[in-house]
């Protein structure tokens, strides 16, 4: 029978929730285009990543090789071409991470089979592969059609489909041998480095004020902080202001950042964009204060306010404040 | 150091309203701002200063319409030495893999050691173009990258992956990296810049300068075709409060205080 | 005939506009409003990337544009912060303008690059306590004593005094000269001379990051290298700046319109009152399309007072009539912004209230606007 391909994620030792998300999705297609789910392992003892993915595919392909322990895009795309090549699955999935990206664009090319990227959805309509990708920082959904072929690579978003636990479907675990032979030639993956951990945990905060773009200049850092006091809880931010450097990178949240589940978010000029969203859109209570009425952040919000933030913020801070000491 | 940098010429969205236009495949652009794709002004300024260091030449090139110029006269007064546009009728339409084709064709012409891109666009956000240049080209490649070292005819890379990890990569030159955001601080356009480029050409390639044919490339040669664009469904209904600044943070303090946040 | 804006032109409003836009944050214009201080940091990061040296050659260190280039960043500037452009825009005022007309080789190496780099501030000293719009007879004198002079008297309202490294003098030198003003020469004073004072002035109503002073003069002794130019031609060599200045302050005040109805019209389109946007009501609607109108007019009119100037045809009546106009426009349009504000307009954390404080001084500095009537009214009576 003709496979739909998983490609397993894993790092330093853990399989990437990513994973597991592809693994729901993919059982479902593979059901509805009466496929089998196949899991795809590279790795080095990579036994028990294995005994896991069995619990979520019919089969689960196991390559080992000391050579596959840590991602390198050029020995995985040797593994992995002349796998597809040889099974021709209808479909390979694999996440739209630092992982997917590194390595499905090449792949595809190597192979000359069709790739879309960043999806977060797709079906088959008929022999059509549809798939479903948000454009403009998430302003616009696109549906596009891939061009006909007897197979795919498609990359997902992370955090776009939930992981459903279900019955253990009892994979059977097959390895095959590393196809290396030849020596990893151009690139070598070296270390894994942690950039030094901050003061604050921001992942134990009960309320975080996030700040993004909207805050336009240094300058107005001290009255975000301010806020953020008078709620007893802690300033966290998207990429830009990371980029610029008004807050250190301990504090980002989204998915080259944290992710937090804090009891409250206000989210202050913060478009939204999707990195972002996927590292807070499961907080309890999210407030979102944004002009623009179509910013992305309201698609996840519980309250907004469509008002530019700096009129809010000053008054917000004086009730807050009044409010606190009421309380007391 | 022989460097090529690809960039693109983009409307900026983040803050402006976007509406689907009557073919319901495009967006309307009439009013959009164009400029150069954020990640490209970071890989952009990080050629000009690998430049400043190790000496050599940058080679700013784009695929699209002669409206890309304003972009390309950017990255020449920035500090690229000479631009290339790729433009013909037949492009039109290419995704993320035809442009590559593009891009390719052009770029094994030229001499280089290293080929800079964006990690990814701000319009389309295909993440794509780079890695699959360099497959075409056949050089190795490392994605999303926030530093940038050599020692002999190596590239020392540090990826950035989720949660703030980084991987350091080694890789033989040429190669081929896509720059994520906050790698460096890009300059301002000066006036010097400015009157430099004016000296400097902005040399147009078409389909058959490049030896292409019109099936490889646009819609013919792409992998993706759009069928309809539409704003995204919300994902729960959220609650827009109204009224002054007054009233509005009120309600929010009410929410708070009914929800023992404070 | 082209009306359009070369692509390099082009190029460089939009290399200011990122720079403003950028820099010239609204907090740092609202804490230089209140404190009446230079910008010398952003004054030396925009010089850094040529904005301030746009009309000076590039022997000098300068960036080799015309007038009408100058026109575009000052406009861009005064977009985005009229005091802290005015301030940026005017560090390099007058002096480097009269030494490149009249100066000698000496003078110009010593004076352009220097104020070129933003490393100095330069400025005029023309204005008396007496004599404002009447500089035909100055009070302050230049005596000639030995090879060289002294100068003793008192200037009023002098841009950037307080942080100029050279100044431009007036100075009568031959008090006996009928008219007098055939008896004015031009002297270049160096901050730290013996006998230099400056003192600065304070609680301006606009402009106020654009510091102004009160210098007094007491038997300074200049060599004749400070001489500017010929002896007792100072008069007409001044009027011959003006008139490319005042092309300069008409683009100031375009800038200034510019900004506050680009804040007018987004406060117009989110401000909502009786459930619809107020953009809606036909009462700020007209009025911000009567504005627009008015800063096309006088953008119009000063770029061609520009263009003439820099192809070497200044006509003194079109230059009057784009500063007598566009400051009309900006006083108008700034005025009005405030009242698309309604009541917030009238705070100073919404800024219009700012620019319309700014605006005014475009009708008084470089020539009143009764002056420049004059202008027109005398070249009309001569070609009609």
Same mark, same amino acid.
């Given at each position: 029978?003709?496979?739909?391909?998983?490609?397993?994620?894993?790092?330093?030792?853990?399989?990437?929730?990513?994973?597991?998300?592809?693994?729901?999705?993919?059982?479902?297609?593979?059901?509805?285009?009466?496929?089998?789910?196949?899991?795809?392992?590279?790795?080095?003892n990579a036994g028990n990543h294995a005994k896991r993915l069995a619990d979520h595919a019919k089969r689960v392909l196991v390559i080992e090789d000391?050579?596959?322990?840590?991602?390198?895009?050029?020995?995985?795309?040797?593994?992995?071409?002349?796998?597809?090549?040889?099974?021709?699955?209808?479909?390979?999935?694999?996440?739209?991470?630092?992982?997917?990206?590194?390595?499905?664009? @090449?792949?595809?090319?190597?192979?000359?089979?069709?790739?879309?990227?960043?999806?977060?959805?797709?079906?088959?309509?008929?022999?059509?592969? %549809?798939?479903?990708?948000?454009?403009?920082?998430?302003?616009?959904?696109?549906?596009?059609?891939?061009?006909?072929?007897?197979?795919?690579?498609? %990359?997902?978003?992370?955090?776009?489909?939930?992981?459903?636990?279900?019955?253990?479907?009892?994979?059977?675990?097959?390895?095959?041998?590393?196809?290396? @032979?030849?020596?990893?030639?151009?690139?070598?993956?070296?270390?894994?480095?942690?950039?030094?951990?901050?003061?604050?945990?921001?992942?134990?905060?009960? @309320?975080?004020?996030?700040?993004?773009?909207?805050?336009?200049?240094?300058?107005?850092?001290?009255?975000?902080?301010?806020?953020?006091? %008078?709620?007893?809880?802690?300033?966290?931010?998207?990429?830009?202001?990371?980029?610029?450097?008004?807050?250190?990178?301990?504090?980002?949240?989204?998915?080259?950042?944290?992710?937090?589940?804090?009891?409250?978010?206000?989210?202050?000029?913060? @478009?939204?964009?999707?990195?972002?969203?996927?590292?807070?859109?499961?907080?309890?209570?999210?407030?979102?204060?944004?002009?623009?009425?179509?910013?992305?952040?309201?698609?996840?919000?519980?309250?907004?306010?469509?008002?530019?933030?700096?009129?809010?913020?000053?008054?917000?801070?004086?009730?807050?404040?009044?409010?606190?000491?009421?309380?007391? | 150091?022989?460097?090529?940098?690809?960039?693109?010429?983009?409307?900026?969205?983040?803050?402006?309203?976007?509406?689907?236009?009557?073919?319901?495949?495009?967006?309307?652009?009439?009013?959009?701002?164009?400029?150069?794709?954020?990640?490209?002004?970071?890989?952009?300024?990080?050629?000009?200063?690998?430049?400043?260091?190790?000496?050599?030449?940058?080679?700013?090139?784009?695929?699209?319409?002669?409206?890309?110029?304003?972009?390309?006269?950017?990255?020449?007064?920035?500090?690229?030495?000479?631009?290339?546009?790729?433009?013909?009728?037949?492009?039109?339409?290419?995704?993320?893999?035809?442009?590559?084709?593009?891009?390719?064709?052009?770029?094994?012409?030229?001499?280089?050691?290293? +080929?800079?891109?964006?990690?990814?666009?701000?319009?389309?956000?295909?993440?794509?173009?780079?890695?699959?240049?360099?497959?075409?080209?056949?050089?190795?490649?490392?994605?999303?990258?926030?530093?940038?070292?050599?020692?002999?005819?190596?590239?020392?890379?540090?990826?950035?992956?989720?949660?703030?990890?980084?991987?350091?990569?080694?890789?033989?030159?040429?190669?081929?990296?896509?720059?994520?955001?906050? +790698?460096?601080?890009?300059?301002?356009?000066?006036?010097?810049?400015?009157?430099?480029?004016?000296?400097?050409? +902005?040399?147009?390639?078409?389909?058959?300068?490049?030896?292409?044919?019109?099936?490889?490339?646009?819609?013919?040669?792409?992998?993706?075709?759009?069928?309809?664009?539409?704003?995204?469904?919300?994902?729960?209904?959220?609650? +827009?409060?109204?009224?002054?600044?007054?009233?509005?943070?009120?309600?929010?303090?009410?929410?708070?205080?009914?929800?023992?946040?404070? | 005939?082209?009306?359009?804006?070369?692509?390099?032109?082009?190029?460089?409003?939009?290399?200011?506009?990122?720079?403003?836009?950028?820099?010239?944050?609204?907090?740092?214009?609202?804490?230089?409003?209140?404190?009446?201080?230079?910008?010398?940091?952003?004054?030396?990061?925009?010089?850094?990337?040529?904005?301030?040296?746009?009309?000076?050659?590039?022997?000098?260190?300068?960036?080799?544009?015309?007038?009408?280039?100058?026109?575009?960043?000052?406009?861009?500037?005064?977009?985005?912060?009229?005091?802290?452009?005015?301030?940026?825009?005017?560090?390099?005022?007058?002096?480097?303008?009269?030494?490149?007309?009249?100066?000698?080789?000496?003078?110009?190496?010593?004076?352009?690059?220097?104020?070129?780099? =933003?490393?100095?501030?330069?400025?005029?000293?023309?204005?008396?306590?007496?004599?404002?719009?009447?500089?035909?007879?100055?009070?302050?004198?230049?005596?000639?004593? =030995?090879?060289?002079?002294?100068?003793? =008297?008192?200037?009023?309202?002098?841009?950037?005094?307080?942080?100029?490294?050279?100044?431009?003098?007036?100075?009568?030198?031959?008090?006996?000269?009928?008219?007098?003003?055939?008896?004015?020469?031009?002297?270049?004073?160096?901050?730290?001379?013996?006998?230099?004072?400056?003192?600065?002035?304070?609680?301006?109503?606009?402009?106020?990051?654009?510091?102004?002073?009160?210098?007094?003069?007491?038997?300074?002794?200049?060599?004749?290298?400070?001489?500017?130019?010929?002896?007792?031609?100072?008069?007409?060599?001044?009027?011959?700046?003006?008139?490319?200045?005042?092309?300069?302050?008409?683009?100031?005040?375009?800038?200034?319109?510019?900004?506050?109805?680009?804040?007018?019209?987004?406060?117009?389109?989110?401000?909502?009152?009786?459930?619809?946007?107020?953009?809606?009501?036909? =009462?700020?609607?007209?009025?911000?399309?009567?504005?627009?109108?008015?800063?096309?007019?006088?953008?119009?009119?000063?770029?061609?007072?520009?263009?003439?100037?820099?192809?070497?045809?200044?006509?003194?009546?079109?230059?009057?009539?784009?500063?007598?106009?566009?400051?009309?426009?900006?006083?108008?349009?700034?005025?009005?912004?405030?009242?698309?504000?309604?009541?917030?307009?009238?705070?100073?954390?919404?800024?219009?209230?700012?620019?319309?404080?700014?605006?005014?001084?475009?009708?008084?500095?470089?020539?009143?606007?009764?002056?420049?009537?004059?202008?027109?009214?005398?070249?009309?009576?001569?070609?009609?």
């Amino acid at each position: 029978m003709t496979e739909l391909f998983v490609l397993a994620e894993h790092r330093q030792g853990e399989i990437r929730d990513v994973t597991f998300e592809l693994l729901t999705k993919g059982k479902e297609l593979a059901k509805k285009t009466s496929t089998d789910l196949t899991a795809i392992v590279l790795g080095h003892n990579a036994g028990n990543h294995a005994k896991r993915l069995a619990d979520h595919a019919k089969r689960v392909l196991v390559i080992e090789d000391p050579r596959l322990e840590n991602f390198n895009s050029e020995a995985y795309q040797m593994v992995l071409s002349q796998l597809i090549s040889q099974r021709k699955p209808s479909l390979t999935l694999m996440g739209h991470t630092a992982f997917g990206v590194d390595l499905a664009p @090449s792949l595809a090319t190597e192979l000359n089979l069709p790739l879309a990227t960043d999806c977060v959805d797709l079906d088959f309509e008929g022999e059509t592969l %549809t798939v479903i990708r948000q454009v403009y920082g998430g302003k616009v959904n696109v549906k596009a059609r891939v061009r006909k072929s007897e197979g795919y690579i498609v %990359t997902i978003r992370p955090a776009t489909f939930e992981t459903e636990e279900g019955t253990p479907l009892g994979g059977k675990i097959v390895t095959i041998e590393s196809p290396l @032979s030849e020596d990893i030639e151009y690139k070598r993956f070296i270390e894994y480095v942690q950039p030094p951990a901050g003061e604050v945990d921001i992942t134990a905060a009960d @309320s975080l004020i996030g700040i993004g773009r909207g805050i336009k200049d240094a300058d107005n850092m001290p009255m975000m902080e301010e806020l953020a006091a %008078t709620l007893g809880g802690v300033l966290v931010c998207s990429r830009p202001i990371v980029d610029k450097e008004w807050l250190p990178a301990d504090r980002q949240v989204g998915t080259s950042g944290k992710t937090v589940k804090p009891k409250l978010y206000i989210a202050v000029g913060i @478009s939204g964009a999707f990195q972002h969203l996927t590292g807070m859109k499961n907080s309890d209570l999210i407030i979102a204060i944004n002009k623009d009425p179509k910013a992305p952040i309201f698609r996840v919000a519980d309250y907004g306010v469509v008002e530019d933030l700096f009129k809010i913020v000053p008054s917000l801070k004086s009730k807050i404040s009044e409010a606190r000491e009421a309380h007391t | 150091m022989e460097i090529i940098v690809c960039i693109k010429h983009v409307p900026e969205t983040a803050e402006a309203d976007i509406t689907i236009d009557e073919s319901g495949k495009r967006i309307e652009v009439e009013d959009l701002v164009f400029d150069i794709n954020e990640w490209d002004d970071y890989a952009l300024e990080e050629a000009v200063q690998l430049k400043e260091k190790l000496g050599g030449s940058v080679t700013a090139m784009t695929v699209g319409s002669e409206e890309g110029d304003s972009t390309l006269r950017k990255c020449l007064a920035r500090g690229a030495d000479r631009a290339i546009r790729l433009t013909d009728k037949a492009f039109e339409g290419s995704d993320g893999y035809a442009t590559a084709k593009i891009l390719h064709r052009a770029i094994k012409e030229l001499p280089y050691d290293l +080929i800079l891109t964006g990690a990814q666009a701000g319009d389309d956000g295909y993440a794509q173009v780079g890695v699959t240049l360099a497959e075409l080209l056949g050089v190795p490649h490392a994605t999303m990258v926030k530093k940038v070292e050599f020692s002999g005819d190596q590239a020392r890379v540090n990826r950035e992956l989720e949660g703030g990890l980084e991987a350091v990569i080694e890789m033989k030159l040429p190669a081929l990296i896509t720059i994520q955001t906050g +790698i460096n601080e890009p300059r301002y356009v000066s006036i010097m810049g400015i009157r430099k480029a004016k000296s400097k050409e +902005i040399k147009v390639l078409g389909l058959k300068e490049l030896g292409l044919k019109e099936d490889e490339v646009g819609k013919a040669g792409s992998w993706m075709t759009v069928e309809r664009m539409f704003v995204p469904p919300v994902e729960k209904e959220v609650e +827009i409060l109204e009224g002054t600044s007054d009233e509005v943070t009120t309600k929010i303090t009410d929410i708070l205080r009914a929800k023992g946040l404070i | 005939m082209d009306f359009d804006l070369t692509e390099e032109q082009k190029d460089i409003k939009k290399a200011a506009r990122e720079f403003c836009e950028k820099e010239l944050t609204p907090e740092l214009a609202i804490e230089f409003d209140k404190k009446e201080e230079f910008p010398i940091e952003l004054y030396r990061k925009a010089a850094k990337l040529g904005f301030t040296s746009m009309r000076f050659p590039e022997e000098y260190d300068g960036q080799g544009y015309g007038i009408l280039e100058d026109c575009l960043v000052t406009e861009e500037m005064c977009r985005v912060d009229p005091g802290l452009g005015v301030a940026i825009m005017s560090g390099t005022f007058a002096l480097p303008d009269l030494v490149l007309t009249h100066g000698t080789e000496e003078q110009k190496e010593k004076y352009i690059p220097p104020l070129s780099r =933003g490393e100095k501030v330069s400025a005029g000293a023309f204005t008396e306590p007496e004599h404002g719009s009447d500089l035909s007879l100055m009070d302050t004198t230049a005596i000639k004593k =030995g090879d060289g002079w002294v100068i003793n =008297g008192d200037k009023q309202f002098i841009t950037n005094a307080p942080v100029a490294d050279s100044f431009c003098v007036l100075c009568q030198t031959s008090p006996d000269a009928k008219p007098t003003y055939r008896g004015e020469s031009l002297f270049t004073v160096d901050k730290g001379t013996d006998g230099l004072d400056v003192t600065k002035l304070k609680d301006k109503m606009g402009i106020r990051s654009a510091i102004t002073g009160a210098v007094s003069l007491s038997d300074v002794a200049v060599t004749k290298d400070n001489l500017l130019g010929e002896l007792n031609k100072g008069f007409y060599y001044v009027l011959e700046f003006f008139d490319g200045s005042r092309i300069a302050v008409a683009a100031q005040a375009v800038g200034m319109a510019q900004g506050a109805f680009e804040r007018a019209f987004r406060y117009a389109k989110e401000r909502k009152q009786f459930g619809s946007p107020i953009i809606q009501f036909q =009462g700020i609607s007209f009025k911000l399309a009567d504005m627009a109108t008015k800063i096309q007019t006088a953008r119009l009119l000063t770029h061609k007072a520009a263009w003439m100037f820099d192809q070497g045809k200044v006509d003194p009546m079109l230059t009057a009539m784009a500063k007598a106009y566009a400051s009309r426009v900006a006083m108008e349009v700034t005025d009005e912004a405030i009242q698309v504000y309604g009541g917030y307009g009238y705070l100073a954390d919404y800024h219009v209230e700012r620019f319309h404080r700014c605006a005014k001084i475009t009708e008084i500095y470089e020539g009143t606007t009764e002056m420049q009537k004059l202008t027109i009214m005398r070249y009309l009576l001569k070609r009609m």
